[in-house]
């Protein structure tokens, strides 16, 4: 079974700061990754999915996220925020090759507040 | 492609009235997801399709919760009677290897 946790369901940055915003994962086996990025009144949109091989995976905006299987973690930054980052942010966990397909598992969502 | 269409993107209605939520997948995905987002419960997965067959529908709040697929290119929700605590954002996702794509969402409003 695969489970996803998110530290801190708000996190607040200034402009020009970086961006980190945490998950870690729970797989019984080898795991696919992805972060979404919801703006307001929009759907979900993927920023970057890591499924095999470098395990730093760089995505839309200026964003990145490193797969550490060590930390079963898949954190996401940004080295300076801009104020159009303000959104929700999802991390999401699914089994990898070798795995039955099915749904993603969501984490309940990080909203990421920037300050000017 | 357009992406994932739904419509209507915003519905009010009473409760006790009957509401249909469609949505038209990416052509060629093979898995279809319907979820419902709100405030307090966050994003919940409320079921999915397979090649047009239910997989899993545990999501499905009660029994007034009903959707179908009759084919590759159309889903729909239905909520038969509607309830106010029903009101969401309701979102239909469709996938192709394990990247699921979403659609903008149908506001529901049920007063």
């Known amino acids: 079974a695969q489970s996803v946790t998110q530290l801190g369901s708000h996190v607040s940055v200034s402009e020009g700061a970086l961006v980190l915003l945490r998950c870690n994962y729970s797989?019984?086996?080898?795991?696919?990754l992805f972060w979404y990025v919801q703006y307001p009144n929009q759907g979900l949109q993927l920023l970057l999915k890591?499924?095999?091989?470098?395990?730093l995976v760089k995505g839309i905006n200026g964003f990145e996220a490193e797969f550490k299987k060590s930390e079963t973690s898949f954190h996401l930054t940004k080295p300076s925020a801009h104020m159009s980052d303000a959104a929700e942010y999802f991390c999401?966990?699914?089994?990898?090759?070798?795995?039955?397909?099915?749904?993603?598992?969501f984490g309940k969502g990080t909203k990421l507040s920037v300050k000017p | 492609d357009a992406g994932v269409i739904q419509s209507p993107r915003h519905e009010v209605t009473e409760m006790g009235q009957e509401v249909t939520l469609r949505c038209k997948p990416i052509?060629?995905?093979?898995?279809l997801f319907w979820y419902r987002q709100t405030m307090m419960r966050g994003l919940e997965l409320l079921i999915y399709?397979?090649?047009?067959?239910?997989?899993?529908d545990s999501g499905m709040p009660e029994d007034r919760f009903s959707a179908k697929m009759p084919n590759a290119s159309f889903s729909t929700l239905k909520i038969q009677p509607s309830e106010p605590r029903d009101s969401a954002v309701y979102f239909c996702?469709?996938?192709?290897?394990?990247?699921?794509?979403f659609g903008p969402g149908t506001r529901l409003t049920v007063l």
């Open positions: 797989s019984s086996v080898p795991p696919y």
């Open positions: 052509s060629g995905h093979d898995y």
């Open positions: 399709f397979n090649n047009n067959v239910p997989i899993d």
């Open positions: 999401a966990v699914t089994p990898g090759h070798g795995g039955s397909q099915g749904n993603l598992i």
């Open positions: 996702a469709s996938s192709y290897r394990q990247e699921e794509f």
């Open positions: 890591y499924t095999t091989g470098a395990t």
